[in-house]
């Protein structure tokens, strides 16, 4: 699914990733873990395309082709999907004629028809539910005036109605209550499949409680410094990443 | 015998020809009226951008066009007919205005409530000429600046609409003005009277429209006169063809207790001109005035507003935005003037712009003349682009990127639309905006 080999970015002349490599295989789930400023959210933006990151080595391989060659819409279109860690705030776009807009951007792509504003409907309403969010919620601008939790559970519905082959969540958990938590976790395993795979960047066990990973990874030092089992991420909860650190510069 | 060879020579030798034939020769007071205009324009010319009120703006390729001033005998009417070219959701009462004539198999006058009057300019003049005489140039004087003297000077067209006291009107009015002759280039100069009675309430619409690639000059003179305890909403689509040139002054005077909301929108024209002025000189009116202006290729847009605080009391809110694209170009000046008793005055002004591209430009110009002491006043001017952050967001979701550049600037505009107090309008209106933004086609479902 998704190949990531020596993967060098760099930031403002300033390199945050200096060779990391990942692989995903199809159905999968992987957990990133790391210190606060290590680069998940770097990497997670340049899956997605994000512009004024710079690859300066390595390449990302998706399903076989180069998704660096692709404009972020391509590669949502191929079925990429990042839910951000700081959602931002569309005011004057109002949020259901994103969300069909987008929706329908990606049928078209995949050859489907467009769905009209019933169908459309009908596809909210079974998705809303999941997820808990209010359909007031719709009539506003894009995430405008949405609490913390409000825009995360709404990062999810987009995941629930553009279902992508890969999705990346960045802290989709941090700042959620336990309910919230809990209706995340479910919309991620609604789609859990043998085709889809999934990257959750976290730094919390609970989330893992729920969406057990297949692997964990640490980035530290700007590329992966420790890899492991569901165990790693609780181990690391009780002893913190210092020893990764120390393990990392051992083994460097 | 005038210099022919300069532009007001030109247009004094035009108006001698021109005369006789003008709407109301006979009557002395118009004669006059429009004789003091064309020797006012004729001492003052065209203005230059050494004028302050011109300095962003230079009409010098207007003073270059020899304009036509009267309608050519034949009429060879583009494809479609000039209906084509009313825009949808103009419902009764309209009054359309096709090359400078009323065009009554297009207007609708028929079913108005009573007390409200919809009547062709030159037919008041013929019939009811001492109503005129009460008020022409009395809200908007000849002499306020060349453009105003040239109306008052040629006037041939446009629309008288009456509201008698404790009215309401209904349904908002529109004048439509089709304009273009596509076998000379002509001038307009369309004159509209409005007056709302004592507690009458009225909204009236100006749209002017253009034939494709016509070269023509609209040049505007509107008069509002709000009594005691009126509403008046005024509003303005300004979709002339790109190649022509839109001039226009409108002026409101509020009587104590009266209200007034403008709104208007500058989609098209090669270059245009928007002087927008209220008196406020009796206690308790208000006034609001809501514009979005939209200059893209090589268009230029200036609006001028100006808000004269003569009455203690009285309240105004300004809200405008400007989106500029290409080599566009737009020009925002809002004076708000409170005289020394304007105790109590209430004046907001906000003016937001958006450049979508390198070359475009936009010049926004507060000026804050407060005279009084105890007073609300805040103004507010910003220039920005359009969110990379929030680009990125839309195309993530396999948005197009002009797509997502085009939702972005509409969601821009929309707080301008939503403005709009009435929905038909709105849908009418927004859906013309959004025809003249940048990636506007293919999101008409954005305006639901
Ligand atoms: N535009 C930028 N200019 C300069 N430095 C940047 C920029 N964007 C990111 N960085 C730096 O890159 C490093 C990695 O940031 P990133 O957001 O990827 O970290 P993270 O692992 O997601 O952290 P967190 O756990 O706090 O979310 C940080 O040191 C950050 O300051
Ligand atoms: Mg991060």
């Known amino acids: 699914m998704l190949e990531i080999r020596d993967l060098r970015v760099a930031v403002d002349g300033k390199d945050i990733l200096i060779g990391l490599d990942l692989h995903v295989a199809p159905g999968e789930v992987h957990a990133i873990m790391g210190p606060n400023g290590s680069g998940k959210s770097t990497l997670a933006h340049v899956l997605a395309g994000r512009e004024g990151y710079e690859v300066t080595g390595g390449e990302i391989l998706f399903e076989g082709h180069s998704l660096l060659d692709l404009e972020p819409e391509e590669r949502a279109c191929a079925g990429v999907f990042l839910a951000f860690q700081y959602p931002v705030e569309i005011p004057g776009v109002n949020n259901t004629y994103f969300l069909k807009a987008a929706v329908n951007a990606i049928r078209r792509h995949r050859g489907q028809s467009e769905l009209d504003a019933m169908d459309f409907l009908t596809l909210v309403r079974e998705k809303l539910g999941v997820l808990h969010l209010d359909e007031s919620l719709l009539r506003r601008g894009v995430n405008v005036g949405f609490s913390g939790g409000e825009k995360k559970r709404n990062e999810i519905f987009q995941l629930a109605l553009m279902e992508p082959k890969l999705a990346i969540l960045d802290e989709t958990d941090s700042g959620l209550d336990i309910d919230a938590l809990k209706d995340v976790a479910h919309g991620v395993n609604a789609l859990r499949s043998p085709e889809r795979s999934t990257i959750l960047v976290t730094h919390y066990q609970r989330l893992l409680d729920h969406i057990v990973p297949d692997r964990v990874h640490v980035l530290s030092g700007g590329r992966i410094a420790v890899s492991g089992g569901s165990e790693l991420a609780r181990e690391l909860e009780s002893r913190g990443y210092d020893w990764v650190r120390e393990e990392a510069a051992a083994g460097a | ?448």
């Open chain 2, 1 to 448: 015998m005038s210099n022919a060879s300069t532009a007001a020579g030109r247009y004094a030798d035009a108006f001698d020809a021109r005369a006789p034939a003008l709407p109301g020769h006979r009557l002395a007071w118009l004669r006059d009226m429009r004789r003091g205009a064309i020797d006012a324009f004729s001492r003052s010319g065209f203005p230059t951008p050494r004028h302050e009120h011109w300095k962003y703006t230079n009409v010098a390729p207007i003073e270059k066009r020899a304009f036509e001033l009267e309608a050519p005998s034949s009429r060879i009417t583009p494809a479609g007919g000039p209906g084509a070219h009313v825009p949808k959701g103009c419902a009764s009462p309209c009054l359309v205005f096709v090359d400078g004539r009323v065009d009554h198999d297009l207007s609708d006058v028929r079913a108005l409530p009573s007390g409200v009057r919809i009547e062709d300019f030159t037919h008041v003049v013929e019939h009811d000429s001492g109503f005129l005489e009460d008020r022409l140039g009395r809200i908007v004087p000849a002499e306020r600046t060349a453009f105003t003297a040239l109306n008052a000077a040629f006037m041939d067209a446009g629309a008288v609409v009456r509201v008698a006291p404790n009215t309401d009107a209904g349904a908002p009015v529109h004048l439509v003005f089709v304009c273009g002759s596509p076998e000379c280039e002509r001038a307009y100069h369309p004159r509209i009277v409005i007056a709302a009675g004592a507690g009458a309430r009225v909204a009236v619409v100006e749209h002017f429209v253009g034939y494709d690639d016509a070269v023509y000059l609209d040049n505007v003179v509107t008069e509002v006169e709000v009594a005691e305890g009126a509403a008046v909403e005024h509003y303005k689509v300004q979709r002339a063809s790109t190649t022509a040139y839109h001039v226009a002054a409108l002026q409101a005077k509020l009587a104590a207790g009266a209200s007034f909301h403008s709104w208007a929108v500058s989609l098209g024209a090669r270059l245009a001109r928007h002087d927008i002025d209220v008196t406020l000189d009796h206690e308790h009116a208000r006034c609001s005035l809501d514009g979005l202006y939209v200059a893209n290729g090589r268009q230029h847009v200036d609006f001028h507003t100006n808000v004269e605080h003569v009455a203690p009391q009285c309240e105004s809110r300004e809200y405008y935005k400007g989106i500029a694209g290409g080599r566009g170009r737009g020009v925002f000046n809002g004076r708000v003037h409170v005289h020394p008793h304007a105790q109590k005055t209430e004046a907001h002004q906000t003016n937001r712009n958006l450049l979508l591209s390198r070359n475009a430009e936009i010049d926004t110009k507060p000026q804050l003349e407060i005279h009084a002491d105890d007073v609300k006043c805040s103004h507010g001017a910003t220039i920005g682009q359009l969110d990379e952050q929030m680009l990125f967001y839309l195309r993530t979701r396999g948005i197009p990127e002009s797509t997502a550049r085009g939702m972005l600037t509409y969601g821009f505009a929309r707080d301008v639309v939503e403005r709009i107090n009435r929905p038909d309008l709105r849908e009418t209106i927004g859906t013309a905006v959004l025809a003249h933004l940048p990636g506007g086609d293919g999101l008409r479902e954005i305006l639901e």
